[in-house]
């Protein structure tokens, strides 16, 4: 993978392309707080500074000793109106005060297609040249409890993840107008 990284404008002063913000959502409906051993949904937001509509790769990274992350990579597609949010599936590993996860922004040596819905993983040669970016939640952190143990009737639903999910985008909408 190659360490350069892209500017939008050959100024010589370093300008970002894209401005990201992150939020964790628990798995429990209702609740702020993430819970060790239990999956929390990382939503990232992507805001391009130039408007186009094109295909990144959005990367998060952390470390082990604080999360566990299946799926590190994903394709997202900036829209017209220089929009666009993906999530991952993070898994706290201990209780405390965690740093969010890292994200990084590639630009993606791919091209878009009717398949992509049905793309199940992303390949290294996807990847191109990490994009500056500026991250809103950098030093952000979350505070993690210990585990929950859910009686019978308080399982959580897709619905209820479908939900989280709606709000979540609310929310982060909000912080881009």
Request: aromatic fraction near 8%; charge should be positive; charged fraction near 20%.
């Given at each position: 993978?190659?360490?350069?990284?892209?500017?939008?404008?050959?100024?010589?002063?370093?300008?970002?392309?894209?401005?990201?913000?992150?939020?964790?959502?628990?798995?429990?409906?209702?609740?702020?707080?993430?819970?060790?051993?239990?999956?929390?949904?990382?939503?990232?937001?992507?805001?391009?500074?130039?408007?186009?509509?094109?295909?990144?790769?959005?990367?998060?990274?952390?470390?082990?000793?604080?999360?566990a992350i299946n799926e590190k990579h994903?394709?997202?597609?900036?829209?017209?109106?220089?929009?666009?949010?993906?999530?991952?599936?993070?898994?706290?590993?201990?209780?405390?005060?965690?740093?969010?996860?890292?994200?990084?922004?590639?630009?993606?040596?791919?091209?878009?297609?009717?398949?992509?819905?049905?793309?199940?993983?992303?390949?290294?040669?996807?990847f191109g040249a990490h994009l500056a970016?500026?991250?809103?939640?950098?030093?952000?952190?979350?505070?993690?409890?210990?585990?929950?143990?859910?009686?019978?009737?308080?399982?959580?639903?897709?619905?209820?993840?479908?939900?989280?999910?709606?709000?979540?985008?609310?929310?982060?909408?909000?912080?881009?107008?």
């Open positions: 993978m190659m360490n350069k990284v892209v500017k939008c404008v050959n100024e010589g002063t370093f300008e970002a392309c894209y401005e990201l913000c992150a939020q964790l959502l628990s798995s429990q409906p209702g609740a702020v707080l993430c819970r060790v051993d239990s999956a929390c949904d990382l939503i990232v937001s992507l805001r391009s500074l130039t408007n186009k509509v094109e295909t990144v790769v959005i990367g998060v990274d952390a470390d082990s000793r604080f999360w994903k394709l997202l597609y900036v829209k017209e109106s220089g929009l666009g949010q993906t999530s991952f599936s993070v898994v706290p590993k201990m209780v405390g005060f965690l740093p969010y996860p890292s994200i990084t922004v590639y630009c993606c040596h791919h091209l878009r297609t009717s398949s992509d819905k049905s793309l199940g993983h992303i390949e290294q040669s996807m970016s500026f991250i809103r939640t950098n030093g952000k952190q979350v505070h993690v409890l210990g585990a929950f143990n859910p009686s019978a009737d308080q399982k959580s639903t897709s619905s209820d993840k479908s939900r989280r999910l709606k709000e979540a985008k609310s929310r982060l909408t909000k912080l881009f107008d």
